[in-house]
């Protein structure tokens, strides 16, 4: 079955960098689109950035434009989010998504707290 297991999380201080890692099982990881998306407290979940299956193609929210990079190995089924200029805003718990077969599927999120 898909399984996505998102890692990297921690407390980092603002202005400093988490590079998160998504590791995917289950489906043709090369095949398909991956996302992350963020969920603060009392907020609901928001898309932060997307990278097609191939070309390299990206898209990101606008909070993140220009401190956040999505890439993957489709040689390791991994998605990574790499996060510099960390702000208190970016708190938040950080999910790995595809899309398989017209479903969403969700790893278990991890944790990014940014604070001094």
């Known amino acids: 079955q898909v399984q996505l297991v998102e890692s990297g999380g921690g407390l980092v201080q603002p202005g400093g960098s988490l590079r998160l890692s998504c590791a995917a099982s289950?489906?043709?990881?090369?095949?398909?689109?991956m996302s992350w998306y963020r969920q603060a407290p009392g907020k609901e979940r928001e898309l932060v950035a997307i990278i097609a299956s191939v070309g390299g193609i990206t898209n990101y929210a606008d909070s993140v434009k220009g401190r956040f990079t999505i890439s993957r190995d489709n040689a390791k089924n991994t998605v990574y989010l790499q996060m510099n200029s960390l702000k208190p805003e970016d708190t938040a718990v950080y999910y790995c998504?595809?899309?398989?077969?017209?479903?969403?599927?969700w790893g278990q999120g991890t944790q990014v707290t940014v604070s001094s």
């Open positions: 289950g489906f043709t990881f090369s095949s398909h689109a």
């Open positions: 998504n595809a899309m398989y077969r017209s479903k969403s599927y």
